[in-house]
């Protein structure tokens, strides 16, 4: 089945710099890639996907970038503020009848 | 906007109990699906449900039965709660035959003693 690797478990950031978090996927026919933010005490939620017809997206100050050769797909948060603080979670699925697979979550602390 | 309700946000239960968790949820979706979060575990699928009285198998199913008699709702049951059973369990849902969007309930933090 399907492996997904997320790294760093944890990110410490200044307000204002960007983060970048990063996901490995194992099976090469997984095409959908989700990102959930969960902030502290409350439920993971969809900020943002991309599927494997498409190497970039953007939405605002994140974005999520594809690189289907290597296997591996990342998430960029610019500007960043204190409200971004919360562990986020990427997944992969390979196909809408899939479920999917998600990755341990990094905790990312935005400091003022 | 989608709502998933689960019962109880908080439960504490002795070891050997019979445990019940449940979701509702308002919008209609033909999956629900139960997970486990532990820290640095991330989200763990224990079953699905794609309509009703279907299930399937997640990646962690061992101790756990699950109960879909209505389609708005989603019962997770643990046969004899053991004290590893310990954590926090997300009810989801999502629409149609996608698996893809889910949208998560609030969490039931359970403690077995």
């Known amino acids: 089945g399907e492996n997904v690797e997320q790294h760093p478990s944890t990110l410490s950031v200044q307000e204002g710099d960007s983060a970048v978090i990063k996901c490995t996927y194992s099976d090469s026919a997984s095409n959908y890639f989700p990102w959930y933010k969960q902030e502290l005490g409350k439920r993971p939620q969809l900020i943002i996907d991309i599927r494997s017809n498409v190497g970039e997206k953007k939405d605002q100050r994140i974005a999520v970038t594809l690189n289907k050769t290597a296997k591996h797909f990342s998430l960029h948060i610019t500007e960043t503020q204190p409200e971004d603080s919360a562990v986020y979670f990427c997944?992969?699925?390979?196909?809408?009848?899939?479920?999917?697979?998600f990755g341990k979550g990094t905790m990312l602390l935005v400091s003022p | 906007d989608v709502k998933v309700t689960q019962s109880s946000r908080y439960l504490v239960k002795r070891t050997g109990e019979k445990v019940f968790l449940e979701c509702v949820q308002d919008?209609?979706?033909?999956?629900m699906f139960w997970y486990r979060q532990d820290p640095g575990l991330g989200l763990r699928l224990i079953y699905f449900s794609y309509d009703v009285k279907m299930k399937e198998k997640g990646d962690i199913p061992e101790g756990y039965s699950v109960s879909r008699e209505k389609k708005e709702r989603f019962s997770l049951i643990l046969e004899s709660a053991s004290t590893n059973q310990t954590s926090m369990y997300l009810c989801?849902?999502?629409?149609?035959?996608?698996?893809?969007?889910?949208?998560f309930g609030s969490g039931t933090q359970l403690s077995v003693l």
């Open positions: 997944a992969a699925s390979s196909s809408g009848y899939s479920t999917l697979t």
């Open positions: 919008m209609d979706h033909e999956n």
């Open positions: 989801a849902s999502s629409k149609g035959q996608s698996r893809e969007k889910l949208f």
